[in-house]
Nanobody, 122 residues
Framework: EVQLVESGGGLVQPGGSLRLSCAASGFTFGSYDMVWVRQAPGKGPQWVSA????????YYVDSVKGRFTISRDNAKNTLYLQMTSLKPEDTAVYYC???????????????WGQGTQVTVSS
């Protein structure tokens, strides 16, 4: 069965750091572009960062540029999001998803996980 399992979320103070992980199984992880999507209460989903299947091209929403770093280890079937200088507005549930069509058409989600909660608060 296909699984994407996010981990690493938690409660952190403003200015702190967290590293999120997304463990994939049941599909050919290295063949898919991946994205981190977050959703805050009362708001719609927002693409935070994306990475091509080979890791050579990345995307970041403007609000996280310089603070977040996306990476992947295809040998470990794992996607990462290193988050630094966290702000209260980063508070959300963070989901990882495999996608197709990014940069080559209309993106669509193929698989997605259950999410991990990130709370940035004093």
């Amino acid at each position: 069965e296909v699984q994407l399992v996010e981990s690493g979320g938690g409660l952190v103070q403003p200015g702190g750091s967290l590293r999120l992980s997304c463990a994939a199984s049941g599909f050919t992880f290295g063949s898919y572009d991946m994205v981190w999507v977050r959703q805050a209460p009362g708001k719609g989903p927002q693409w935070v960062s994306a990475i091509k299947s080979g890791g050579g091209i990345t995307y970041y929403v403007d609000s996280v540029k310089g603070r977040f770093t996306i990476s992947r280890d295809n040998a470990k079937n794992t996607l990462y999001l290193q988050m630094t200088s966290l702000k209260p507005e980063d508070t959300a549930v963070y989901y990882c998803a495999s996608i197709r069509g990014w940069l080559a058409g209309e993106p669509e989600y193929v698989y997605w996980g259950q999410g991990t909660q990130v709370t940035v608060s004093s």
